[in-house]
Structure formats: structure tokens, C-alpha cells
């Protein structure tokens, strides 16, 4: 079993920046694949950003570009460093391990973490 504990959330201007960060305790062989997927109130959860074993990634439409997934293996830290973030980037963000691509995310199986909301105002 893995735990996965997030953090750097915050309160942002639109156009602004964040980098949230989540580390992997416990069996961290199982965290080769890992990503993010959101949820923002009263939506589904949307599928955010995926990186593989070999470091290879992929984003959802909405935001490519903006995003970038990226792991440290050596400290079982998987970051999402997002820039000129809009309004409906609003959500509670949270860090998984579901599987390697990104349509992976967003489902019912796998582990999350408590989440980090991440609010952009106008």
C-alpha cells in the first residue's frame, strides 16, 4: 500500500502560478506511474496529468501548455508545476496512483491523496 500526502495549494490571481508537490510513502514501487486528477464542486473528477515509468507524459486538453508533470524517483516526490492558471482551474487537486496513462485518472480504483485545493480568482 502507498500514501500519498500533497501540499502547495493555495489562493492565486488569474495568470499566476503554483507548484504542487506529493510524496509517496509506504510501497513506492507500486508509484512508477503516477498523476493528478481534480475536482472542482458539483463536477466529475477530471483526469489532469499522467507520467510513466519512462518519464513520458500526457495532459488533458485543458491544460497543455500551462502544466508539467514531473517525478523525482530518488525522493518518491511527484510535482505539478502549474502556470497561467485560470479561474476554471479552480478544484481540489490531488495526487494518485491509478495507472500510466491519463485516462487512468479520475476513477474509483487506485490510491489519492487528501487532496490541496488550489483557488485562481478573476
Known amino acids: 500500500q502507498v500514501q500519498l500526502v500533497e501540499s502547495g495549494g493555495g489562493s492565486v490571481q488569474a495568470g499566476g502560478s503554483l507548484r504542487l508537490s506529493c510524496a509517496a510513502f509506504?510501497?513506492?514501487?507500486?508509484?512508477?506511474?503516477m498523476g493528478w486528477f481534480r475536482q472542482a464542486p458539483g463536477k466529475e473528477r477530471e483526469g489532469v496529468a499522467a507520467i510513466d515509468s519512462d518519464g513520458s507524459t500526457s495532459y488533458a486538453d485543458s491544460v497543455k501548455g500551462r502544466f508539467t508533470i514531473s517525478k523525482d524517483n530518488a525522493k518518491n516526490t511527484l510535482y505539478l508545476q502549474m502556470n497561467s492558471l485560470k479561474p476554471e482551474d479552480t478544484a481540489m487537486y490531488y495526487c494518485a496512483v491509478q495507472g500510466c496513462y491519463l485516462s487512468d485518472y479520475g476513477g474509483g480504483v487506485g490510491y489519492w491523496g487528501q487532496g490541496t485545493q488550489v483557488t485562481v480568482s478573476s
Open positions: 509506504g510501497d513506492t514501487y507500486s508509484t512508477q506511474c
